[in-house]
């Protein structure tokens, strides 16, 4: 029996994908209402163009973009031009390895030097250790 997935499931498993184990999303599918074998979100994250293996020690460009107080799309645009080192999660995403955000932000383009001189130590202590 194929069950339609619901507006509410998508946006749950496309929330989890980056950063939880298949186990781990349908444990908080089950908690949110909703039953789905590991097997079911497998195969909806693969048409969805996601990885199954998340990347647990890895930022998304949101992730990182909403420590910094900054819009994800400068994130990304910093992973386009080169300037920070990412892997391609899907279509549409990118991880970034916590020790390449690092490495970024300790010495960054000249361009936008400054920009990064004025984030918050303390935040960039949380994101990178």
Not at 3 to 15: F, N
Not at 60 to 77: D, G, K, M, P
Not at 96 to 111: A, E, G, H, I, T
């Amino acid at each position: 029996m194929n069950k339609k997935w619901t507006k509410p499931e998508l946006e749950t498993i496309e929330e989890m994908a980056e950063m939880y184990t298949l186990k781990q999303i349908a444990y908080r599918l089950k908690v949110r209402g909703y039953r789905r074998t590991t097997i079911a979100i497998s195969r909806k994250l693969s048409s969805l163009s996601y990885s199954t293996r998340p990347f647990l020690d890895n930022y998304s460009c949101s992730e990182i973009a909403r420590n910094l107080c900054l819009h994800s799309s400068t994130v990304a645009a910093w992973v386009k031009r080169g300037w920070l080192k990412a892997a391609r999660r899907s279509t549409k995403h990118y991880q970034v390895k916590s020790q390449d955000l690092k490495r970024f932000l300790k010495n960054p383009p000249q361009s936008i030097k400054s920009r990064i001189a004025a984030i918050d130590p303390q935040v960039i202590r949380y994101l990178v250790g």
